[in-house]
Structures are given as C-alpha cells and as structure tokens.
C-alpha cells in the first residue's frame, strides 16, 4: 500500500457520501437517495456514522415492502440542499419508518468503498512508471489531468502541454509547491512525508457514489414526472443491493497544518478547490461475490469485488495490479466550491 502521506489532518472534521442510484431509463439518470456522513476519527466505528435519507430514497427505504405511490419532488438545483434530510447517528434509525439493517448494510459497503478507491487513486500515483497528460489546458478552462500507466513498463506518449493548465498552477500556488514537473507537484502533495516541501494536507472530503442495480432489479426512482406503475415494487433490500454494483468518485480538500481549509487565492479566498479523483472502477456488491481479484482477470469482464478488495487492504497486500490487467488511467478534475455549498461536506 503506497501514499500513506495522504491521510490528511488529524482531527473530527466529517466526510460527506453520497450514493445515487442510476435508473432504468437512462444511465445518465442519477437520483441522489441517501446522504452519510463519517469522521476522519474512528471513521471504522458505526456507532460515529450519521445519515440522512433525501426525498428520492424515502420510499425506497421503507421497511414495508409494500408498494407505495410516486411522491412529488422539487427539481430546482437551488432546493437540492441537505435541507431535506435530517441528520441522525446510525442507531437513532426510527425502526417503523426505514428498512435499519438496508441502511446499515449500505454505509458499511460506502466505507469500504472509500477506503478501496482511496488506495487505489494513492497506488496510481504512487506507481512509478505512471504519466502525466493535461488536457483541455487554456480556453478559460481549468484543464484535467490525466494519469496513466502499464504494467509492462513501455514508454508512454503523452499529450503535456508546454504551457502549465490552470489546474496545477492554482494547486502550486495554494500549497507553495516548487517542482517543476507536473508529476511530482502531486507526489509531494499526495504522499511525499517531508513537510517542508508543502504547504498543504490533503484530505478526502466528499465521495459521490452511484449504485446501479442488476437489470432484472433495476428501481425507478419516484418522481412527480413519473407515476410508479403497479407492477413495480418501488422498494430496496439487501438481495437488490447485493446484485448491483458501486462506482464513483473521491473528491480532495486542502488543509494546512491547524486544520483550516486552505481556499484559492482567487476571488478572495472564497471558494473551496475539490480535486476529484474519477475512476472508472466498478465494484460487485455481493458479499460472496465472484468479482475479479485476480490480476490476470480481464477488467471488462467483470466488476471487481468490493469485500474482497477491501480485506485485502486491510491486509496490506492490495496492489495496481489487482485492479488491471492492461493499461489504465485515472483522470483528476478540480471544482471550485461557494461557500453557501460547503454544508454538503461538514
């Protein structure tokens, strides 16, 4: 396990997950049903976790598994805040309302999530022989950053531009990084342990995780637009949750060494830069699964095994390879946060 530099500051500020699911209709269709929040403290320990179920997963937590009726929701972007939930710790699930071992079993699986794809966005730094491309540098855009990699060790081409994209230059200047080369301003930030080199500790703040049910399970999620029909049980359980799938993306903040946020010297210093991590990891929710572990196992068969790769990091013994056969990338996006959104990370 390399990129243990990475763990962040210290302290009890709290993760935010999220978990949409994605409906039949469209992939691209993606209903956010429940909110968790975990602390960089005990963060293993459920009796720390809170949640909080938003409009969209209301039904589909029911402990009845009765069918119920559509139930209308706001479309605005402006009303799509944490206002509609209400927080609450893991044991104060109200028994009569939702489906508690549904809920509980869905953080537990949200945690190994974190923690698998946490790794594997530090091994892929980590990885020696990676690359390093800027795309969409220019044009008013922030440009992402790209890194690749092989197993076998061959020379890459990559796409750099000569001009550094504004990505990398609002890091640099936030953290004080004085390497030149793209690849190792996010060494020394992601993992390097000298604290001389850096001015910033990064963190994961934020998961977006999109959970996608077996076609023959698939839910529709309950929208004014869309009247459930009688023959679909609007409904989750564990059996759906274990025939589906998790994927999706860990975003990063920057703390300096007391633990306040570090903000983009731009706009002055009021917004918050996230850098996302996307993969494009896709992991089997079975607790039996027959997903891949094997490093000789083709990635698009198969998604791999969330349990299995999440004992294997608990043993240390999780490496890139365990995740490709062949060569494979990871793209980094930075978003710039206001600050009337940052309630969706503390």
Known sequence: MGGGGSSGPHNDLSRIFKVSEETKESTQSKKPILRAEFY????????????????????????????????????SASNSTTEECKWKYLYEIEEKDYDSELIRELLKKMYQFWRVEHVFNMLALYQKDSKISTEGSGSGTNGDIKITWEEN??????????????????????CDLKTEQTKDSLDVLFLSPDLKKKSCLPSPVLTNITLKLGSQNNVVAAAASQPSPKSTNNFLNKEKISGGTFSGTLGYSLFDYWTNLKRTKENNGSRLPIILFESKNEYSLKEDSQGSSDPESSSTQKPFSLKKFFDSVDQRTLELKNFVKEQKSLSLKLKEISPNQEDLIY
């Open 40 to 75: 960089l403290k005990n963060m293993d320990r459920e009796s720390y976790w809170k949640y909080c179920v938003v409009n969209e997963g209301k039904n589909l937590f029911k402990k009845s598994q009765q069918e119920v009726s559509a139930v209308t929701t706001s479309t």
């Open 153 to 174: 060790n061959q020379t890459l081409t990559t796409t750099s531009a000569q001009q550094e994209n504004s990505f990398l230059k609002k890091i640099k200047d936030n």
